[in-house]
């Protein structure tokens, strides 16, 4: 089952990061984060590839032509006969990777349906290229099976970014305080799985996926939601940035589940 992975974005609200490479290249322990979201499909078998290319798109064809000289010891022999000598395997072996340029401007949507033409299965995954999460991704499509609709969606608590106080008006007393509590509702957090009944729905570049193909599926009843109680971290400013590369040099990034 193909991955796709929306790598397009101009990140405006990391531009800190994101001036000269696209987010999804913004690195976390010294990995691109496109790297870790990868890490976590593989983790499940998943490893084909579709990056869904445009801002800035020529760092991410660099960084994958070069992948294996620039993560092993190697021997390279010049003049007629050049070839070069990996002396370790790769350790991201099996992976396939398609890289597609789907336009600077494109839309969430249009990026998805002008991938189409590689995609040769009925299902299929996507998500964003700033999502980290520990969603197990093989019940994740379980559940997508077992309900037959197009198109599912991993659903999340959101978490406040600011303390939340409870006030008696009457005597101005904090009666309780929780640091970024967990809120009520649920959201997205990407980790798609869509039947290629969605693409229909895909009209154009300035398709965007969030409003009416996922509006439209909604009310058709054809969107459903897997409910993930674990670890879900957005990727979206400098203060994220700042947070999941201090997660991740504690030792304790929750999103690691792979062993290498």
Same mark, same amino acid.
């Given at each position: ?38 890490? /976590? ?5 998943? =490893? ?9 798109? #020529?760092? /991410?064809?660099?960084?994958?032509? #070069?992948?294996?000289?620039m993560n092993s010891d190697f021997t390279v022999s010049l003049g007629e006969k050049?070839?070069?000598l990996y002396h370790e395997p790769c350790k991201e072996q099996g992976f396939c ?18 991938? &189409? ?21 093989? =019940? ?14 991993? &659903?999340? =608590?959101?978490?406040?970014?600011f303390g939340l106080i409870d006030v008696d008006e009457k005597r101005e007393q ?20 869509? #039947? ?62 792979? #062993?290498?």
């Open positions: 089952m193909k991955v796709v992975i929306l790598c397009g974005g101009l990140g405006t609200r990391l531009r800190e990061e994101t001036e000269f490479r696209p987010k999804p290249m913004v690195e976390v322990g010294q990995r691109p984060m496109l790297w870790h979201i990868m890490k /976590i499909y593989s983790h499940y078998g998943f =490893r084909e590839f579709l990056l869904c290319l445009g801002y800035r798109g #020529n760092v /991410i064809r660099d960084y994958f032509l #070069n992948y294996e000289a050049q070839r070069i990777v398609t890289l597609a340029d789907t336009g600077l401007e494109t839309m969430t949507g249009g990026r998805i349906r002008r991938i &189409a033409k590689y995609l040769d299965e009925d299902t299929f995954l996507v998500t964003y290229g700033d999502g980290l999460a520990d969603v197990d991704l093989l =019940r994740l499509v379980d559940f997508h099976r077992s309900h037959g609709r197009l198109a599912t969606v991993t &659903a999340v =608590r959101p978490m406040s970014r904090v009666v309780r305080f929780a640091e970024k509590p967990e809120l009520d509702g649920w959201i997205s957090a990407g980790f798609f799985v869509f #039947n290629r009944g969605v693409l229909d729905l895909l009209t154009g570049d300035d398709c965007i996926l969030e409003r009416e193909p996922l509006e439209r599926l909604a009310k058709d009843g054809q969107l459903m939601a897997y409910r993930h109680q674990g670890f879900f971290f957005a990727v979206d400013t400098y203060r994220e940035y700042k947070a999941a590369n201090e997660m991740w040099a504690s030792g304790k990034a929750p999103w690691k589940i792979w #062993n290498d």
